[in-house]
Structures are given as C-alpha cells and as structure tokens.
C-alpha cells in the first residue's frame, strides 16, 4: 500500500501562471479530500468527492479554484492565474470510512 | 460554521515529562473528535479517534478525555520522548465529512 500519492511535491509558479496538483488515492477508496495548509490559516478544508462525484466545495475559492476527480485512481486540484496569497501545502486525503482519513505528503506550492 | 481552539505552541519538554495540550470546540451538531499528529515533510496522520462522552481513547501512550458539558477534549502523555516531536491537531468532524482543524500546538522534546 503506498499510501496517497501527490504529485509534484514541489511547484514553483510565476504570478499569473496556471498550476495543476495530482492525487492518487489508495485503491479502494470511495472519498477523496483537498485541504489547504498555510502558517496563517493553518489547515483549511477545500473540497470533497465520494465516488468521485463532487459533494462539497464549501471551503473552495468562488475564483481561480477548481477540482475534478475523472476517474477512481485520481483528483485534480487546478488553480488559474496564481497570486502569492496561493502559495501553501495542498494536501489529498483518501478515506474508506467514515472516521479515518489518510492524508498524502503535500504538494508545497510557491508563487512568485 | 465549526472552531476548534487548542493550546498555543511551541511546547518545550524535557524526555520523561508528561504533555496536555488543551482542546475546545464549537459547533452546533454533535461532532466526531479526533487527535492527528504531522511530522515534517508529511501529511498528518491519525493518532486516535476519541471516544464517546467520559471514555479515554489512547494510542502510542497518548490518551484523550471528552468532557461534552465543557465541550474540550485534551491530549495527555504521561511521559514523552524525543520520537514524539511534532505538530498535534485537534480535530471534529460532523455530518458533512470534512475535518475542521485546530491551530496545531508543535511539540519539541529535547533528549
């Protein structure tokens, strides 16, 4: 078991710029989550998806954010025109249950 | 909307000292309670989910009480050690599914 997987595990971008974060849920599991972690903020709920339909996305910005989950064994989490107030760890969590939600290492986005 | 206030960081202790980091929420549901704990250059992980109401949940010899009528639920260690060094997140989940986090309290354990 590997575990989430995000990829990359670093992003550095130029304001303006677009920047695509990948995850990989663990096989078989039904739900997959995006959070925001910043030292200001700390870590913020973003997004969620079971069966890869969305279902909240209470926590994600009205401009720029958006999220898909196309298939089963991935989510995307696209942010449009990057600012510097964007730059933070974006972390996928998976989860089977409903209690346990197994957090991946984090993509650490910096913007320029 | 939810809030979870935990106890203000860095925490310094000595190995063999015992650790409370103090945990209170609000929320108008009736929330699922958890302890997570996130070393550097990883996601957090689960450490335990705390029990019902008056019952401890303990992992790795960490231990949380709920007290519902104070709405809080803290985490104790009776006796640390250096491999406990990290950042520990309260956190309360409801219906929704989605966790809302604590600030995180960051531990330092100095061998």
């Known amino acids: 078991n590997a575990g989430v997987i995000q990829t990359p595990r670093h992003k550095v971008t130029g304001k303006g710029q677009e920047a695509t974060l990948w995850c990989e849920p663990i096989?078989?599991?039904?739900?997959v989550f995006w959070y925001r972690q910043t030292i200001v903020q700390g870590l913020e709920f973003l997004t969620y998806?079971?069966?890869?339909?969305?279902?909240?996305d209470s926590g994600m910005p009205k401009e720029r954010f958006s999220a898909q989950m196309p298939n089963q064994s991935h989510s995307t989490l696209k942010i449009q025109s990057t600012q510097p107030q964007d730059s933070a760890v974006y972390l996928c969590?998976?989860?089977?249950?409903?209690?346990?939600?197994?957090f991946g290492p984090g993509t650490r986005l910096t913007v320029l | 909307g939810d809030s979870v206030t935990q106890t203000e960081g860095p925490v310094t202790l000595s190995e063999g000292t015992s650790l409370t980091v103090n945990c209170s929420y609000e929320?108008?549901?009736?929330?699922?309670l958890f302890w997570y704990v996130q070393y550097p250059g990883e996601g957090p992980q689960l450490l335990f989910k705390?029990?019902?109401?008056?019952e401890k949940g303990s992992s790795r010899g960490f231990e949380a009480t709920y007290n519902k009528e104070a709405t809080s639920f803290h985490l104790q260690k009776a006796s640390v050690q250096e491999s406990d060094s990290a950042v520990y997140y309260c956190?309360?989940?409801?219906?929704?599914?989605?966790?809302?986090f604590g600030t995180g309290t960051s531990l330092l354990v100095d061998p």
């Open positions: 705390v029990p019902k109401a008056n």
């Open positions: 929320t108008k549901q009736y929330p699922t």
């Open positions: 969590a998976s989860s089977s249950t409903v209690y346990e939600q197994y």
């Open positions: 956190a309360l989940r409801n219906m929704g599914y989605k966790l809302t």
């Open positions: 096989s078989g599991h039904s739900a």
């Open positions: 998806f079971r069966n890869q339909a969305p279902i909240d």
